[in-house]
DNA sequence: AATACTTATGGTATTATGTACCATAATGTT
DNA sequence: AACATTATGGTACATAATACCATAAGTATT
């Protein structure tokens, strides 16, 4: 794509004569920014680097990238998540655009926040350079993040909280096998609600998106929970 | 900004060595791409440019334009609409972002949709050059447009079919003083679905979102409806 | 002037959905 | 065996959605 960068200044149509070289228009980077988010033991928690350059040196920040010239940006943010966590195929969506004059100090980088649902078990840090730099953080207790990031994840688990219901979205944070309590106190976690909970089995179950296991819970020192799996996403 | 483009690699932070000079990432663009929506006589409507320059020279396109350097990506957008109808502080919000490969033929260019409802009646097409280019279509006979503009219409009016409800939006495409029975029709032309009259009303009326006028319609051959106004959005 | 026609508006009955709460079941622990 | 704990099924009640009817208030027609 660089090797035919000769624009001229009618070849993009303006409504108007731009005032500057078309060329200063092709000055910008893409970047991705991805929430990863996780869930251990009753919390969410989300997955982040130590910088160790400048800017923001030795601060925390959300795993991204630059957007490589020949990728499409999703390429992007799943050649992000994987290098990190090497998951394939994970829940993943963009949440929004931060486009802000200033919000890079090297230059004029504009970004696209991601969020994507993990299992945090399957999750095994890459061992490489990398590694020591890198944490799951409670959602509650985030420190100040580098550029704009806490916006992000500010935006990202509204999205989040925004497509529960409606997409039914979550599991992707669960064993592949749950039982409804397991889901309701994922969703109680994440919508900071707490649910009744007969009322939530019902609800949930009307809805037809999980397959009910002929397995139970194992090893728990009260009435063991049917598992349940996520019926293939069809709707 | 451009002024102190000399980065090295380090300044940017990878996680692992690019194999391309950290400048072949800042060769991108971006543009604003805006579905702007009005309302007449019972029909949705879409504003829409005649592109007077190749690529794709001849075809109807979403207004856009690349966003300058010094620029916000709001404010790209907001430029656009206000150089094309004269209208400023319009409802507008980003819906998604396209970043395929080879989705510019001309470069590496990401777009940003946004769309903004407009009250057709204020509309006053700026009188310049461009304006016998411009027109508005109807939703339901769009032509093929030039890039991935019909994907980012579709997107815009999906986004618009899930906001509708939950932040009670599209009477900015009505006039100031409106009818219930316009609301309705308005609704359902965007929904694509029919409401019963007596319920609508009450549903409406219950969010406590619209101010009732002392005021009624005029010159209608049958009993005049009360107008209403819409509340200062305060939530 | 009376009648027909059209849309607005208020109301009620019915149905569906959401919520609160209780009873019993099934397991491990003491 | 009694108890603690969570799962699960069910019922009663409250709230919201829907269907539908009756009347009101105008214009147009006869």
């Given at each position: 794509?660089?090797e035919?960068?000769q624009?001229?200044k009618?070849?993009?149509e303006?409504?108007?004569g731009?005032?500057?070289?078309i060329?200063e228009?092709f000055?910008?980077?893409?970047s991705?920014?991805?929430?990863?988010?996780?869930?251990?033991?009753?919390?969410?928690?989300?997955?982040?680097?130590?910088?160790?350059?400048?800017p923001?040196?030795?601060?925390w920040?959300?795993?991204?990238?630059l957007?490589?010239?020949?990728?499409?940006?999703d390429?992007?943010a799943e050649r992000?998540?994987?290098?990190?966590?090497?998951?394939?195929?994970?829940?993943?969506?963009?949440?929004?655009?931060?486009?802000e004059?200033?919000?890079?100090?090297?230059g004029?980088v504009?970004?696209?926040g991601?969020?994507?649902?993990?299992?945090?078990?399957?999750?095994k840090?890459?061992a490489?350079?990398w590694?020591?730099?890198?944490?799951?953080?409670?959602?509650?207790e985030?420190p100040e993040?580098?550029?704009?990031?806490n916006q992000?994840?500010t935006?990202a688990?509204?999205?989040?909280?925004?497509r529960?219901?409606?997409?039914e979205?979550?599991?992707?944070?669960?064993p592949?096998k749950?039982?409804?309590?397991?889901?309701?106190?994922?969703w109680?976690t994440?919508?900071?609600?707490?649910?009744?909970k007969?009322?939530f089995?019902?609800?949930?179950?009307s809805?037809?998106s999980?397959i009910?296991?002929n397995e139970n819970?194992?090893?728990?020192?009260h009435?063991?929970?049917?598992?349940?799996?996520?019926?293939?996403?069809?709707?």
């Open positions: 794509m660089s035919n960068s624009f001229t009618n070849s993009v303006p409504y108007y731009y005032s500057i070289p060329n228009f000055r910008c980077a893409l991705v920014d991805c929430t990863i988010i996780g869930y251990d033991k009753g919390d969410l928690k989300i997955l982040l680097i130590k910088r160790g350059a400048e923001f040196k030795g601060q920040a959300l795993p991204g990238d957007m490589y010239p020949y990728e499409n940006l390429q992007a992000v998540l994987s290098h990190l966590t090497g998951l394939e195929d994970v829940y993943m969506d963009q949440v929004k655009v931060f486009g004059v200033n919000r890079h100090p090297v004029r504009i970004t696209v991601y969020y994507s649902l993990v299992n945090i078990q399957d999750y840090p890459k490489s350079a590694a020591h730099q890198l944490d799951w953080h409670l959602v509650d985030l993040l580098a550029f704009d990031h992000i994840v935006a688990l509204t999205v989040l909280k925004e529960i219901w409606k997409d979205i979550g599991f992707e944070l669960l592949e749950f039982t409804l309590g397991q889901i309701q106190a994922l109680e994440i919508l900071q609600e707490k649910f009744d007969a009322n089995r019902k609800k949930l179950l809805s037809q999980l009910p296991l819970q194992q090893n728990v020192s009435r063991p929970a049917k598992l349940y799996a996520l019926c293939n996403k069809d709707k």
